[in-house]
Each structure stands twice: as structure tokens, then as C-alpha cells.
């Protein structure tokens, strides 16, 4: 995500930071190429000029000029200012002291909106929470299908009446949770392909009948400033509380998240970043800089990890490393965890040093992952136990059941020869390298 941004400005930064000596004239062409770089990624031109006017009057000053790390100490006010641009603090939804909590989505056809309420009603599941989806969007039918798919799909309750109109069937659902016993309403509203009368006075009919504790406006981030204009159209007409921005994974500019918070006064509470259905995470300005500025995210990724890490097969493999004892079904349930943490640019963005323009070149290919899970999948129980008994004769017939080649085989046997060596010089450490609930690759 932001992956042409990032890549412009880590590089600008990267300059700046091999300087020697920091002047004036050095800070002031490279906030040029800042400016530049952030029309570019379609940000708002008053918002870039506001941001780069904030960063030179904090960058030029002698306490930063004449510091041992100028560098260091400007990348940081940019940070900072970045942060703030994205909108600061981390905006939680809190849940209401008296149930149920009732959240209203409103946007625009395209935008995610009905895949984005299951993803919203899964993270609350997570939580604790007993939510209820409710179909009210009957302009468009097959939203009203798509929700209950999704709904059974992630065995998460949804209330719906297609004979009703949807002020009715937003109160019939609040009746139906309060006997249900469920504490979380998300309230699906119709959608149009543009802003028009009609919508509006049904999403104001809506918002009277059922007074949400939120409204949340959901906005698809690829469409950059039609985003930020949708986004101040709704607020002029339909107070809202806070932005959902969905396909952010697609996103290469980023010029509609760095512009919204700005022009609505909105925060941004939720990114979707992929179509699966825990794709979608609270957003944190403050971690989103950094990976922006090649900095990293490892809260995010430890969150990601102990997420996706079951800690009694954690402590199993930790035995087994120490033991010299790891195998192929070892290799193949760490494999399968990674994928459980998302896309593999995703999660290798959030650690500190890689540049997104190393990304880009990387080649990763998620497929690898499954082609070697499939692999392993053919092998006999004898063999993933003791990969040494593969000789030809057997990698040709794994090659055959899992339908790849040879090389494949001889490939993948050769990468867990390597990991296993890595996994030994681990284990010598008696004690002084703890895994907790983390990868070994």
C-alpha cells in the first residue's frame, strides 16, 4: 500500500540522511521533492502546502541544523507531521455503556460497503461482542443476498426483510436483537452511484429512527480525490463520525488517505487491506508513517503474529529446535501460518529497513507457499519425517501427485536443508533465544 509514495519519499529521505552537514538550501529542495512527491500520490494541494510549510518552519531551525543527527531529527518532524496529517491519535469505536451499540454504514455503490459490515461484524465478533448485520440497503437487492452469504458464511446473525422499508426493518432488527440478546447492531444502508436526494433523506430517515452511537462513512481509498470529495458531500449533508477506507492494499498513491482527515475533520477508524474477511484492522496513524517512511510497523506485525500463532505449537517447535528434531510437517505448519498473517508484502513491509522499492523488485510470489504446501501434502508420513529417504524414484512420484516438476521437489528439499541448519544454530543457544510465539523464518 502507498507503495509508489513510500518508495519517492524514502528515497528523498534516504538522501537527506548521508548528508554530512544539513542547511537550509539541503532541507528546502528536498521538501521540493516532498511537495512533488505528494501531488503526485494525488494528495489535496492545500493539504501538501499546509504539511511541508509546517515541516520547514520545525526543520529550520538551529537546534535541528546543528544537532549530531540533522537527518535523523528532520525525518522525525516529518514523522510527527505525518502522523498528524493522517489524523493523530487512534480513533477506537467505543461500545455504549448501555447495549446495544449501533453503528450505521453509508457510502456509495463500489465503495465495499456490504463486505466491509460482515468484516466489521467479525472484528467485533473477535472481540467478545454478539453482533447483528441488518440489510437495509433494498435499492440494490442482491446486497441484501450478499449479506445473508456472508452472514452464514462467518456464522455471524443478519436480519432482513425484503418486503419492508428500511426504516421499518431498521427498528423491526433492534427489536429482534434485544431479544436475541445481541450487543452490536451494524446497520447496511443503500447506496447510489452518486450522491442524490433521495438517498441522502433515506440514510437522515435511517440515522432518526435508530440514533446510532456511529456513523461511519466508508470510502474506497483507490478513487484518491473523488474519495475525499464524496467523503465532504456526505459530511455536508449527513454528519458522520469517523471513515472506513476499503481496497487500501490496491492503493500505490495514498492521496486520499493523507487528504481526508484534513478536508472532513473526520478520522479514519478502519482500513479494509483484502478481500478475505479478517482483512480488515483498526488504523493507527502513527504506525502507518512509519511504514510510509520505511521505518517499519512491529507492533502491527507482533499483533499479526501472536494473532496468527498458536502458543502450545509454538512451545512444541521451540522442543523440537532444540532437539534438532524439526521436520517437513514442522516447515509446512510454520508456511501455513505465515499466510494466516496476510500478504506476504504486507507483513514483510512491517519490518524496519525494508525499503518498498526492494518490495517491488522482490518477486514475491504467495503461490510458491501454496505450490510447496502441496508438495509436502504428497509425501508420505515416513517422509516428511525423514526427508533424507527422498530419493529419485520418490521425487518423481511426489512431483507427479502434487503436479510439479522435479526441480520443485529438489528445491523445496534443499530450502528445509537450510532451514534446518538455521533452526540448529538456534537450538545451540540453550536458552539465551526465546521464541514465544514467534517465526523462525
Do not use: W
Not at 505465515?338 to 504486507?346: A, E, R
Amino acid at each position: 500500500m502507498f507503495d509508489n509514495l513510500a518508495n519517492r519519499l524514502q528515497n528523498i529521505f534516504s538522501k537527506l540522511k548521508s548528508s554530512g552537514v544539513l542547511t537550509e538550501k539541503n532541507i528546502a529542495e528536498a521538501l521540493r521533492e516532498v511537495r512533488l512527491a505528494l501531488l503526485e500520490a494525488d494528495v489535496n494541494f492545500k493539504v501538501v502546502k499546509s504539511f511541508t510549510s509546517k515541516i520547514k518552519e520545525k526543520a529550520s531551525g538551529k537546534e535541528v541544523l546543528q544537532s549530531l543527527t540533522p537527518g535523523q531529527q528532520v525525518i522525525k518532524i516529518v514523522h510527527d507531521e505525518l502522523t498528524s496529517l493522517l489524523g493523530g491519535a487512534t480513533a477506537k469505536i467505543e461500545l455504549a455503556a448501555k447495549p446495544p451499540t449501533m453503528i450505521m454504514l453509508c457510502g456509495l455503490q463500489g465503495s465495499g460497503k456490504t463486505s466491509t459490515i460482515a468484516k466489521l461484524g467479525l472484528n467485533f465478533r473477535k472481540k467478545g461482542s454478539h453482533p447483528l448485520l441488518v440489510a437495509a440497503d433494498t435499492y440494490r437487492p442482491a446486497a441484501i443476498d450478499q449479506l445473508i452469504a456472508l452472514g452464514k458464511e462467518l456464522d455471524i446473525p443478519v436480519y432482513s426483510n425484503k418486503s419492508s422499508k428500511p426504516t421499518k426493518i431498521c427498528q423491526e432488527a433492534i427489536n429482534q436483537a434485544a431479544k436475541d440478546g445481541l450487543d452490536v447492531i451494524l446497520f447496511d444502508t443503500a447506496g447510489r452511484m452518486h450522491i442524490d436526494n433521495e438517498m441522502m433523506e433515506e440514510l437522515v430517515a435511517i440515522k432518526k429512527v435508530c440514533k446510532p452511537h456511529q456513523i461511519l462513512l466508508v470510502v474506497d481509498s483507490t478513487i484518491g480525490q473523488d474519495a475525499v470529495k464524496q467523503a465532504s458531500a456526505f459530511k455536508e449533508k449527513l454528519s458522520f463520525d469517523g471513515l472506513i477506507m476499503t481496497k487500501l492494499d490496491g492503493d500505490a498513491r495514498g492521496g486520499a488517505a493523507l487528504s481526508i482527515n484534513s478536508i472532513t475533520n473526520a478520522p479514519i477508524k478502519y482500513v479494509a487491506t483484502g478481500e478475505k474477511a479478517d482483512a480488515l484492522e483498526l488504523f493507527h496513524p502513527d504506525r502507518m508513517a512509519s511504514r510510509i517512511l520505511g521505518m517499519g510497523d512491529i507492533v502491527t506485525l507482533v499483533e499479526k503474529t501472536q494473532a496468527g500463532v498458536d502458543e502450545e505449537k509454538a512451545k512444541q517447535l521451540e522442543e523440537k529446535i532444540r532437539k534438532a528434531s524439526f521436520t517437513l510437517d514442522d516447515l509446512l505448519q510454520q508456511m501455513q501460518q505465515l499466510k494466516n498473517m496476510g500478504p506476504l508484502d504486507q507483513v514483510l513491509g512491517m519490518i524496519p529497513g525494508i525499503k518498498s522499492s526492494a518490495l517491488k523488485h522482490a518477486n514475491l510470489d504467495e503461490k510458491q507457499l501454496t505450490r510447496m504446501e502441496v508438495i509436502i501434502k504428497s509425501m508420505t508420513r515416513q517422509e516428511r519425517e525423514h526427508p533424507s529417504i527422498i530419493n529419485g524414484s520418490r521425487r518423481k512420484r511426489i512431483a507427479q501427485g502434487s503436479g510439479t516438476q522435479t526441480r520443485d521437489i529438489n528445491l523445496l528439499l534443499k530450502q528445509f536443508e537450510q532451514t534446518k541448519k538455521l533452526m540448529a544454530s538456534f537450538g545451540k543457544q540453550k536458552g539465551k533465544l526465546k521464541y514465544g510465539k514467534g517465526f523462525p523464518f
